[in-house]
């Protein structure tokens, strides 16, 4: 425990130090691209590596992470979307539950489905409740999890969520705009969550400038994920020397 991954968020958070994280959906990547992009990554400001997306053909996560770490040393983190993304290759997994959401199944059913992959696994599984917030259009994540985004100005909703996920033991809370979404999670909403929160805070999804990057880090976000900036443009990894 002492060098888990998970330590080591939660001090950089104590010290204010801050974390990004490359986000690679195995559907959307090209695995002959992986060397490459990889290496780009190496280069950057980047500190942490997430694999995961909504709908991603079985075994690909698996391979897809195999090829990842051996052209890095940076942890590769699974973020899944479903049970069939679970890979023993990954360094940890954020075993998420929808807390936003009322749906049983992103609560606890494919918790309980995945526990026949994860017992004997290496990975350090991290308890993190995941919060989806409303950006002005339909994601990925709504469609296929069937629930509710949380409304952007009911504060007080997102941070009583939040905090009910602290007090069940989840170690971090992660706030989802959705990948692609058209406005971030606001600084308001950032901010509100972090001043009553005491573990780590993960903010992601429609962050495709270094200011936004700024403004997200700024109202309290510990690690922010970027996915669709990278995908789109190798390039974004320039502008970001932070
Ligand atoms: C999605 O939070 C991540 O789950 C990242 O979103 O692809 O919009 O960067 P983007």
């Given at each position: 425990?002492?060098?888990?991954?998970?330590?080591?968020?939660?001090?950089?958070?104590?010290?204010?130090?801050k974390l990004l994280a490359v986000l690679?959906?195995?559907?959307?990547?090209?695995?002959?691209?992986?060397?490459?992009?990889?290496?780009?990554?190496?280069?950057s400001v980047a500190t942490h590596?997430?694999?995961?997306?909504?709908?991603?053909?079985?075994?690909?996560?698996?391979?897809?992470?195999?090829?990842?770490?051996?052209?890095?040393?940076?942890?590769?983190?699974?973020?899944?979307?479903?049970?069939?993304?679970?890979?023993?290759?990954?360094?940890?997994?954020?075993?998420?539950?929808?807390?936003?959401?009322?749906?049983?199944?992103?609560?606890?059913?494919?918790?309980?489905?995945?526990?026949?992959?994860?017992?004997?696994?290496?990975?350090?599984?991290?308890?993190?409740?995941?919060?989806?917030?409303?950006?002005?259009?339909?994601?990925?994540?709504?469609?296929?999890?069937?629930?509710?985004?949380?409304?952007?100005?009911?504060?007080?909703?997102?941070?009583?969520?939040?905090?009910?996920?602290?007090?069940?033991?989840?170690?971090?809370?992660?706030l989802?705009a959705?990948?692609?979404a058209?406005?971030p999670i606001t600084p308001?909403?950032i901010?509100?969550?972090?001043?009553?929160?005491?573990?780590?805070?993960i903010v992601g999804g429609g962050i495709r400038n270094k200011s936004q990057l700024e403004t997200a880090y700024k109202a309290g976000a510990d690690l922010v994920v970027i996915g669709t900036a990278f995908?789109?443009?190798?390039?974004f990894f320039d502008d970001l020397k932070l």
């Amino acid at each position: 425990m002492e060098n888990s991954l998970y330590n080591s968020l939660y001090e950089a958070s104590e010290k204010g130090k801050k974390l990004l994280a490359v986000l690679i959906d195995p559907d959307k990547f090209e695995l002959s691209n992986t060397k490459n992009f990889i290496e780009k990554v190496n280069q950057s400001v980047a500190t942490h590596i997430f694999v995961g997306g909504s709908s991603v053909a079985e075994h690909l996560t698996d391979i897809l992470v195999s090829e990842i770490k051996e052209h890095t040393q940076l942890p590769v983190v699974l973020f899944p979307g479903d049970v069939t993304q679970i890979t023993n290759k990954a360094d940890a997994l954020l075993f998420l539950s929808l807390i936003s959401g009322r749906n049983p199944e992103y609560l606890i059913g494919k918790h309980v489905a995945s526990v026949s992959k994860l017992r004997g696994a290496n990975l350090e599984i991290i308890p993190t409740g995941y919060i989806l917030v409303q950006n002005g259009k339909e994601t990925a994540v709504q469609r296929i999890t069937a629930t509710v985004p949380m409304p952007r100005n009911n504060i007080q909703s997102i941070v009583d969520t939040a905090l009910a996920g602290q007090l069940l033991g989840m170690k971090l809370i992660y706030l989802e705009a959705g990948s692609g979404a058209l406005h971030p999670i606001t600084p308001e909403i950032i901010q509100s969550v972090k001043s009553e929160l005491q573990i780590p805070l993960i903010v992601g999804g429609g962050i495709r400038n270094k200011s936004q990057l700024e403004t997200a880090y700024k109202a309290g976000a510990d690690l922010v994920v970027i996915g669709t900036a990278f995908e789109n443009d190798e390039s974004f990894f320039d502008d970001l020397k932070l």
